[in-house]
T-cell receptor
Framework: RKEVEQDPGPFNVPEGATVAFNCTYS??????FFWYRQDCRKEPKLLMS???SGNEDGRFTAQLNRASQYISLLIRDSKLSDSATYLC?????????????FGKGTLLTVNP | EPEVTQTPSHQVTQMGQEVILRCVPI?????FYWYRQILGQKVEFLVS????????KSEIFDDQFSVERPDGSNFTLKIRSTKLEDSAMYFC??????????FGSGTRLTVV
């Protein structure tokens, strides 16, 4: 089983649409959870951390279900600038190591 | 905003040659990392470095790879004898502690 598994995509949506990304992780001891976005041939950039209570940042809402080891990201009212690859990322903190484990990502294209 | 700086942005090298990828982490960060991303694949952890020593390395990080923090500001990744399959984007990152990662913009390594 892959450590972090995401919807393969790609997703093509019109501007203004709501789009949901799903992710599961295999290691139940994972402690920190994130959504990153990655533009073509650029570095990953943190979009938001994901907390057990769920959290929202403007048009973006993230949810975490530790029991089912499931993470989601919802983008409302999508913009052309949201076009990117969305990466689900988990971290298993152990001592002085804060290694990130990435999913393969889901490509989103928002069309005019 | 503080940045992680990587040089060069693109490196072309012949198979069997040694390459050194350079990174300047954010000055007050204590944890340093190298990740790589082969074209079309996920971002993969290579190595983490804390307190002047490797804290964890992945299976990818074999004897061909080494890291160094020679002068308190630079953090380098050396590949001793490059192979075609080493062609990838190499991302340096630093963090002050858990989370708070900042990635550099990457070095594209092409082995011919």
């Amino acid at each position: 089983r892959k450590e972090v598994e995401q919807d393969p995509g790609p997703f093509n949506v019109p501007e203004g649409a709501t789009v949901a990304f799903n992710c599961t992780y295999s290691n139940s001891a994972s402690q920190s959870f994130f959504w990153y976005r990655q533009d073509c041939r650029k570095e990953p950039k943190l979009l938001m951390s994901v907390y057990s209570s769920g959290n929202e940042d403007g048009r973006f809402t993230a949810q975490l279900n530790r029991a089912s080891q499931y993470i989601s990201l919802l983008i409302r009212d999508s913009k052309l600038s949201d076009s990117a690859t969305y990466l689900c990322v988990v971290s298993l903190t152990a001592g002085s190591n804060y290694k990130l484990t990435f999913g393969k990502g889901t490509l989103l294209t928002v069309n005019p | 905003e503080p940045e992680v700086t990587q040089t060069p942005s693109h490196q072309v090298t012949q198979m069997g040659q040694e390459v050194i990828l350079r990174c300047v982490p954010i000055s007050n960060h204590l944890y340093f990392y190298w990740y790589r991303q082969i074209l079309g694949q996920k971002v993969e952890f290579l190595v983490s470095f804390y307190n002047n020593e490797i804290s964890e390395k992945s299976e990818i990080f074999d004897d061909q790879f080494s890291v160094e923090r020679p002068d308190g500001s630079n953090f380098t990744l050396k590949i001793r004898s490059t192979k075609l399959e080493d062609s990838a984007m190499y991302f340096c990152a630093s963090s002050p502690g858990p989370g708070g990662y900042t990635f550099g913009s990457g070095t594209r390594l092409t082995v011919v």
